[in-house]
C-alpha cells in the first residue's frame, strides 16, 4: 500500500475510533472505572503521547530546512539578478490570492446568511489577544540575533537571514563555493530525514485525529452548522477552484496532475493543522514531485508558509458576516473593502501555527466596527475548520511556486507530468 493511502486510511480510523471514544465518554452508563482507562490511558496518554511526539518530531525539521533551502536557493540566484523579481512575483501572487479568498468569503457569506435567526449574542465571551503593532512587525522582520530567531523558531527572521547569508555566498568566490557544497550536501540528508519521518505518518495521524474527535465529537459540528459548512463550501472551492485556475491560466500546466500529487500533503496539514509543521512535507512535494527547481521552492514555500494564509482569510471572511448578522449590524460597502484590505495585510507577519487566525480576526472585527466577543461563537467548531484551512494554505503554497517557477523556466514539466516522480526515492 503507497504511503499516501496509508495515511488516509489511518486518517479514517483516527476519526472513527476518536468518535466511539467520545460516544463512550459521553455515556452515562459506563462504569468509572472503563471512563478512566478510556479518557486517562487512551485519549490523554496513548493518543495524546504519539500525536504529540509526531508534531513535535516534524517541527523539529523545519527550522534546518527552511534555513538550508533558503541558503542553497538564494546562493544559487545570487549572481543572476533574479533573487529581487521572484521575491516581488512571489508575494504579489501570496497578497492577490487572500484578497481573491476573503472576497469570495464574504460574498458567500452575504449570499447564504449563516448568521441569520442565530440568538447567541448574550452567551458570548472573548478575551482578545492584541495583535502587535505594524511597525514591530516590520522592525522584527529584521533578526537582531539569528541564532534567537532559530531558537525560538520566528521564521520571517530565518528567511531574512537566510536571504543574506545566501547572497553573500554567492559572492564570497572559492570560499563561498565551498561553503555552499556543504549546505548543498546538508539539504539532501535534511530531505532523507524527512523521507524517514513520512513512514511514520500514519501513526501520528492517526493518534492526532483520535485525540481530536474524543475530545471534541461530530455533535460540535451541527450546534453551527450553517457556519461550519459555508465556511468548509468556500475553502473547497477556492481549494479546488481558483487554484485550478491559476495553474491552468498562469502557469498553464495540469491542475489534475499537481493536485494528484498533493495528497499526502494535504493528510499531513489536516492532521497538524499548522503549516509550518507541514513545511517540510510541503517543500519535498514541491521539489521532488512537482519538479520546481530548489532555488525557487527554497525561497516561495517557507515564505508562504509564513504569509500565505488564504484559509485563514476564508474564515475571517464569513466569521465576520455570521457574527454582523448575529449581532444585527449591517456592513456597509466601505466595511467589507476594510475587512479585505485588513485581511489580506494582517497574513504578512501571521504565524504559521494551529489558531493564530483568532487572534488576527479580532483585529478584522475591530476594523469593521464589530464586537470581538463574537470570536467566542466560533471557537467550538474552528480546530475542525483550522484543519481543512491549513490544507488549502500549503495548497496555495505550491500553486504559487509552480507558477513563479514556470515563469522563471525553473519548472522541470518531466517530473511534473510524471505521476510517479519520486515515489520510488520515498520507498528506498
Not at 496509508?6 to 452508563?29: D, H, P, T, Y
Not at 553573500?168 to 535534511?190: K, L
Not at 491559476?246 to 495528497?263: E, I
Not at 483585529?363 to 490544507?391: F, H, K, N, S, Y
Request: proline share 4%.
Amino acid at each position: 500500500m503507497s504511503l499516501t493511502k496509508r495515511i488516509l486510511l489511518a486518517m479514517v480510523a483516527g476519526i472513527v475510533l476518536g468518535s466511539l471514544c467520545n460516544l463512550l465518554l459521553q455515556s452515562s452508563e459506563l462504569a468509572d472505572p472503563l471512563r478512566r482507562v478510556v479518557n486517562d490511558w487512551l485519549v490523554l496518554g496513548v493518543f495524546d503521547v504519539v500525536g504529540r511526539m509526531f508534531v513535535a518530531s516534524l517541527k523539529l525539521l523545519v527550522v534546518p530546512l527552511v534555513l538550508v533551502s533558503l541558503i542553497c536557493g538564494s546562493s544559487s540566484l545570487g549572481d543572476s539578478a533574479r533573487m529581487g523579481p521572484i521575491a516581488v512575483k512571489t508575494i504579489l501572487f501570496y497578497l492577490a490570492t487572500t484578497a481573491i479568498a476573503i472576497s469570495i468569503a464574504l460574498l458567500a457569506a452575504v449570499a447564504i446568511g449563516p448568521g441569520a435567526g442565530v440568538e447567541m449574542a448574550g452567551d458570548a465571551q472573548f478575551d482578545v489577544a492584541k495583535p502587535p503593532p505594524l511597525t514591530d512587525v516590520l522592525v522584527n522582520i529584521v533578526p537582531s540575533n539569528p541564532v534567537a530567531a532559530m531558537a525560538e523558531g520566528n521564521m520571517l527572521q530565518v528567511i531574512v537571514f537566510a536571504l543574506l547569508f545566501g547572497y553573500a555566498i554567492s559572492h564570497a568566490g572559492e570560499p563561498g563555493r565551498r561553503i555552499a557544497s556543504f549546505f548543498t550536501d546538508m539539504e539532501a540528508v535534511i530531505m532523507k530525514m524527512v523521507g524517514l519521518l513520512m513512514e511514520l505518518a500514519p501513526w501520528g495521524v492517526f493518534a492526532l485525529l483520535a485525540k481530536l474527535f474524543a475530545e471534541m465529537g461530530i455533535s460540535a459540528i451541527m450546534d453551527l452548522a450553517a457556519y461550519f459548512f459555508t465556511v468548509l463550501a468556500v475553502l473547497i472551492f477556492h481549494g479546488l477552484v481558483t487554484y485550478n485556475a491559476l495553474l491552468a491560466t498562469v502557469a498553464r500546466v495540469s491542475p489534475r496532475m499537481m493536485m494528484q500529487k498533493m495528497r499526502s500533503v494535504w493528510a499531513f496539514a489536516f492532521s497538524t493543522a499548522s503549516s509550518g509543521a507541514t513545511l517540510p512535507i510541503t517543500l519535498r512535494t514541491v521539489e521532488r514531485r512537482l519538479g520546481v527547481h530548489s532555488s525557487v521552492a527554497g525561497f516561495t514555500v517557507p515564505l508562504g508558509a509564513t504569509i500565505n494564509m488564504d484559509g485563514t482569510a476564508i474564515m475571517q471572511g464569513v466569521a465576520t458576516v455570521f457574527i454582523a448578522q448575529v449581532y444585527g449590524v449591517e456592513l456597509s460597502m466601505v466595511a467589507y473593502l476594510t475587512v479585505i484590505l485588513t485581511a489580506t495585510l494582517a497574513s504578512i507577519g501571521t504565524a504559521a501555527v494551529p489558531g493564530v487566525g483568532l487572534v488576527t480576526l479580532a483585529l478584522v472585527l475591530e476594523q469593521a466596527g464589530l464586537p470581538v466577543e463574537g470570536i467566542a461563537l466560533i471557537i467550538g467548531v474552528d480546530r475542525l475548520l483550522d484543519m481543512v484551512r491549513t490544507a488549502v494554505n500549503v495548497t496555495g503554497d505550491a500553486t504559487v511556486a509552480v507558477i513563479v517557477g514556470k515563469s522563471e523556466n525553473q519548472l522541470d514539466m518531466a517530473v511534473f507530468n510524471d505521476p510517479r516522480a519520486d515515489l520510488e526515492t520515498n520507498r528506498k
